[in-house]
Protein backbone atom coordinates (compact mmCIF):
# COMPACT_ATOMS: atom_id res chain seq x y z
CA UNK A 1 0.00 0.00 0.00
CA UNK A 2 1.37 3.42 -0.97
CA UNK A 3 0.81 4.45 3.24
CA UNK A 4 4.12 2.23 3.67
CA UNK A 5 5.94 4.75 1.89
CA UNK A 6 4.70 7.58 4.15
CA UNK A 7 6.24 5.39 6.97
CA UNK A 8 9.80 6.58 8.22
CA UNK A 9 10.90 3.35 8.96
CA UNK A 10 10.56 2.51 5.47
CA UNK A 11 12.64 5.36 4.30
CA UNK A 12 14.86 4.35 7.06
CA UNK A 13 15.31 0.81 5.51
CA UNK A 14 15.13 2.19 1.55
CA UNK A 15 18.62 4.54 2.52
CA UNK A 16 20.02 1.47 4.00
CA UNK A 17 19.33 -0.79 1.69
CA UNK A 18 20.73 1.98 -0.89
CA UNK A 19 24.02 2.45 0.80
CA UNK A 20 24.53 -1.39 0.64
CA UNK A 21 23.89 -1.97 -2.88
CA UNK A 22 26.00 1.04 -3.60
CA UNK A 23 29.09 -0.03 -1.02
CA UNK A 24 28.65 -3.88 -2.74
CA UNK A 25 28.40 -2.89 -6.29
CA UNK A 26 31.60 -0.64 -5.85
CA UNK A 27 33.48 -3.50 -4.27
CA UNK A 28 32.98 -5.49 -7.24
CA UNK A 29 33.83 -3.23 -9.85
CA UNK A 30 37.54 -4.43 -9.80
CA UNK A 31 36.67 -8.39 -9.26
CA UNK A 32 37.96 -10.41 -12.22
CA UNK A 33 34.43 -11.91 -12.84
CA UNK A 34 32.81 -9.35 -13.44
CA UNK A 35 32.74 -6.94 -16.44
CA UNK A 36 30.13 -4.26 -15.13
CA UNK A 37 28.27 -3.80 -11.93
CA UNK A 38 25.94 -1.03 -10.80
CA UNK A 39 23.40 0.23 -8.51
CA UNK A 40 20.26 2.73 -8.45
CA UNK A 41 18.99 2.88 -5.26
CA UNK A 42 17.98 -0.85 -3.82
CA UNK A 43 18.73 -2.68 -7.28
CA UNK A 44 21.75 -3.68 -7.48
CA UNK A 45 22.81 -5.21 -10.78
CA UNK A 46 25.95 -7.43 -11.81
CA UNK A 47 26.72 -8.48 -15.41
CA UNK A 48 28.86 -11.52 -15.34
CA UNK A 49 31.95 -11.83 -17.41
CA UNK A 50 32.29 -14.56 -19.71
CA UNK A 51 33.15 -15.92 -23.54
CA UNK A 52 29.46 -15.14 -25.08
CA UNK A 53 27.97 -12.30 -25.53
CA UNK A 54 25.82 -10.27 -23.08
CA UNK A 55 22.03 -10.91 -23.97
CA UNK A 56 19.22 -12.25 -22.16
CA UNK A 57 19.81 -15.51 -23.36
CA UNK A 58 23.27 -16.06 -22.67
CA UNK A 59 23.88 -20.10 -21.57
CA UNK A 60 24.94 -18.58 -17.98
CA UNK A 61 21.73 -17.86 -16.81
CA UNK A 62 20.80 -21.62 -15.87
CA UNK A 63 24.03 -21.71 -14.14
CA UNK A 64 23.21 -19.05 -11.70
CA UNK A 65 19.28 -19.71 -11.33
CA UNK A 66 20.29 -23.22 -10.37
CA UNK A 67 23.55 -21.87 -7.95
CA UNK A 68 21.28 -19.77 -6.32
CA UNK A 69 18.13 -21.69 -6.23
CA UNK A 70 20.15 -24.72 -4.17
CA UNK A 71 21.24 -21.74 -1.68
CA UNK A 72 17.46 -20.89 -0.83
CA UNK A 73 17.52 -17.77 -2.87
CA UNK A 74 15.36 -16.85 -5.77
CA UNK A 75 17.27 -14.63 -8.09
CA UNK A 76 16.22 -14.47 -11.58
CA UNK A 77 19.04 -13.90 -13.60
CA UNK A 78 18.90 -11.94 -17.22
CA UNK A 79 21.14 -13.82 -19.25
CA UNK A 80 24.83 -13.41 -17.69
CA UNK A 81 23.12 -10.23 -15.85
CA UNK A 82 22.44 -10.87 -12.25
CA UNK A 83 19.76 -8.32 -10.65
CA UNK A 84 19.21 -8.48 -6.91
CA UNK A 85 15.90 -6.00 -5.49
CA UNK A 86 15.62 -6.57 -2.33
CA UNK A 87 11.98 -6.17 -0.16
CA UNK A 88 12.51 -3.22 2.07
CA UNK A 89 11.94 -5.31 4.89
CA UNK A 90 15.04 -6.99 3.88
CA UNK A 91 17.99 -6.82 6.52
CA UNK A 92 20.98 -6.36 6.68
CA UNK A 93 22.00 -9.91 8.13
CA UNK A 94 19.67 -11.13 4.52
CA UNK A 95 20.90 -8.83 2.17
CA UNK A 96 24.59 -9.74 3.54
CA UNK A 97 23.78 -13.24 3.07
CA UNK A 98 22.94 -12.64 -0.43
CA UNK A 99 25.98 -10.55 -1.23
CA UNK A 100 27.77 -13.15 0.38
CA UNK A 101 26.65 -15.68 -1.86
CA UNK A 102 27.17 -13.64 -4.84
CA UNK A 103 30.63 -13.31 -3.90
CA UNK A 104 30.88 -16.68 -3.67
CA UNK A 105 29.28 -17.76 -7.12
CA UNK A 106 31.86 -15.41 -8.65
Same mark, same amino acid.
Not at 18 to 25: G, I, N, P, R
Not at 42 to 65: G, M, P, Q
Not at 79 to 85: H, K
Not at 95 to 106: D, R, S, Y
Given at each position: ?????? &? @?? *???????????? !???? &???????????? &???? !?????????? *?? *????????????????????????????????? @???? !????????????????
Amino acid at each position: SLNLLR &E @GK *TWQNIHRISAMQ !TSFA &ERLKTHSAVAKS &ESLG !TILSIEIAND *TE *TSYFNSLRKEIYQHFLQKNILLRPLGNILYFLP @GYIF !TTSEIQLVHNEIETFL
